[in-house]
């Protein structure tokens, strides 16, 4: 937006950009906070989003291709006595034969599904990724594209489980492609749009995973850099409490909890719905087509997570960066199930001290089950799952317990302290089997001048998902402010007709009364299943103080604030964590 023209202004509530793509250092180490398996690096097509977005402000990162972009460890069963072992080579024959090796009697099925996944990835790969909220950008893509957007167009309200089964009949085989869709999207492939499976299932055979060197939290920083040299500004310990409305119920600004207003004739919010809509905006103003998308769609869970310093003699030769570990299907989905491992010093050597390797272990969990503890109970909790997650890792990289020389833990609670998320939610997942993206919420909302961007819009959870979701947000915005151009007279007559149609897709799809849906079973506020333990658990195998702004942001401007992070300074948080000055480290995460 900054290279537009618009005169933008972000504020960032921790002392540095990234959020859960953050970093710290500890010791000689530099850990990335969240994911380390980078998609949108590419250099060819339209899908290398990052790229993309790095080049709109001037700038470029070196990276290193990652030869496999994850190595699966699934369960044991009467075909596979040992266990399931799966690598996803970047060369995407290689993965194919990998897969046909094992369900030979399955080749043309997962042919036929991966090649419905590339017709899909190819008509996006061919566009130019917009706003789907922007009429004249979709006519010119159609004008332009014919074939290629109605062939996109037929897959919009498809899932991927469905797909899977049109071509698959092994149920193991099934299994695995849930746990394609589970790893980017925290939920089977009956509940992961095809759109989405696409992208992701063919992005990293084009243009591959590729990791940056210095860590994934040098991609926020480097933004950064360049917005600031583009004319933006970006405010750092800047903590919006609210969204201010005037009397007709547009956004015209926010307010921060020294009282510092901004005002602008855009507001646009990273946090999620949750926290946008229910603290910043207040239920009193809830528009109804958010009681419909929570009524839709309900919290993922948080994440454990071990960020560990361990010697390099226990990493044999040849190791792949990222591994995904599991030892029972019907764990898939619960809390502690399913352990994801990434190693990034074994692609940038700079991350660790000679002679050591960075591993960032986490597993899926719900802040329920660490409420209502006492600190010692909380610290002991800590210590026996992060005991139990080594002694399972330790059947792929064995002896990894001994050689730990640097621990640090954080629970669900650490993430919606520091990260500042809903219940410290990785994002929204439906609550039952959605039509395809129909039904998840695009960046504009029903308050006049406020929009949503990240993993809580289309098209969801993800570095380059959420980077889509950016431009995407950027284009309809400057549309809306005449830096781009648009087709005004046009335009509320589709945004009224896509609004009819999605509520109409919402309200077909959403249970009755907006309860979660009967398969998931009751859930509680958090989205966990009541069945999940609260308390000592027995783990499975925007106003806040601010910094005043660099620059007043006056009306007929952009305004951007994030809500990962944490206000610093000393002192006890209401969950019993501290809370880390600012000298301690760099990053959200925390040591504990």
Not at 258 to 266: E, S
Request: glycine share 10%.
């Amino acid at each position: 937006m900054v290279a537009k023209g618009a005169k933008v202004l972000v504020l960032e509530k921790y002392t540095i950009p990234g959020g859960s793509a953050g970093y710290f250092e500890r010791d000689g180490y530099t850990f990335d906070v969240g994911s380390s398996m980078m998609f949108g690096f590419g250099n060819r097509g339209t899908t290398n989003l990052i790229t993309q977005c790095l080049e709109s402000v001037g700038k470029r990162m070196e990276t290193v291709l990652d030869p496999t972009q994850v190595h699966y460890h699934l369960p044991t069963s009467e075909r596979f006595r040992g266990g399931l072992g799966i690598k996803v080579h970047h060369k995407y024959e290689e993965f194919m034969l990998e897969l046909v090796e094992r369900w030979p009697h399955e080749e043309a099925g997962i042919r036929a599904f991966y090649g419905d996944a590339w017709e899909i990835f190819n008509a996006l790969n061919a566009m130019e990724l917009k706003s789907l909220e922007e009429p004249r950008y979709l006519m010119q893509q159609l004008v332009r594209l014919p074939i290629g957007c109605l062939k996109l167009f037929t897959w919009l309200t498809t899932n991927t489980g469905d797909v899977a089964r049109r071509h698959i009949k092994d149920p193991e085989l099934l299994r695995f492609i849930d746990m394609e869709c589970f790893i980017f999207a925290t939920v089977g492939a009956d509940r992961t749009p095809m759109v989405t499976s696409g992208m992701v299932m063919c992005d990293r055979h084009y243009g591959g995973i590729r990791y940056p060197v210095g860590g994934v939290g040098r991609i926020a920083r480097t933004v950064a850099e360049g917005i600031t040299e583009a004319g933006g500004a970006i405010a750092y310990k800047a903590n919006v409490q609210r969204i201010v409305l005037d009397d007709a119920g547009s956004s015209v600004g926010v307010a921060l909890t020294d009282g510092t207003v901004y005002r602008a004739k855009v507001v646009i919010s990273n946090a999620t719905r949750w926290d946008t809509f229910e603290k910043m905006v207040g239920d009193q103003a809830l528009p109804e087509s958010e009681k419909l998308f929570r009524s839709r769609y309900k919290k993922s869970p948080s994440f454990f997570s071990m960020h560990l310093g361990v010697r390099a003699d226990v990493i044999a030769p040849g190791t792949d960066c990222h591994h995904v570990i599991l030892e029972d299907w019907t764990k898939m989905e619960a809390a502690c199930g399913t352990i994801f491992v990434s190693m990034p010093s074994l692609l940038d050597p700079s991350l660790a001290p000679d002679g050591h390797h960075v591993v960032h272990a986490f597993t899926p969990d719900w802040i329920d089950s660490w409420t209502g503890l006492s600190p010692e109970e909380y610290e002991r909790e800590k210590e026996v799952l992060c005991a139990q997650l080594i002694t399972r890792m330790e059947a792929v990289f064995p002896g990894l317990g001994a050689a730990v020389t640097f621990k640090e833990i954080g629970t669900p609670r650490t993430h919606r302290r520091f990260l500042n998320r809903a219940d410290g939610t990785y994002g929204p997942i439906p609550s039952r089997a959605p039509l395809g993206v129909v039904t998840m919420p695009f960046n504009t909302t029903d308050i006049p001048g406020l929009y949503c961007v990240g993993d809580s819009t289309f098209p969801g959870q993800g570095v380059n998902a959420v980077v889509f979701s950016g431009f995407s947000c950027a284009h309809r915005a400057l549309v809306d402010i005449g830096l781009e151009e648009g087709w005004p007279l046009v335009d509320q007559g589709f945004r009224a007709l896509l609004k009819g149609a999605r509520t109409f897709a919402q309200r077909m799809a959403a249970p009755a009364g907006g309860a979660p849906d009967a398969a998931d079973g009751d859930v509680r506020g958090s989205g966990a299943p009541v069945g999940v333990r609260t308390g000592v658990r027995t783990p499975a195998p925007a106003l806040v103080a601010a910094v005043p702004a660099p620059a007043p942001v006056a009306r007929g401007n952009i305004l951007a604030f994030e809500k990962d992070g944490a206000a610093t300074g000393a002192g006890s948080g209401a969950d019993g964590e501290r809370r880390r000055s600012p000298s301690r480290s760099s990053s959200p995460a925390r040591r504990e």
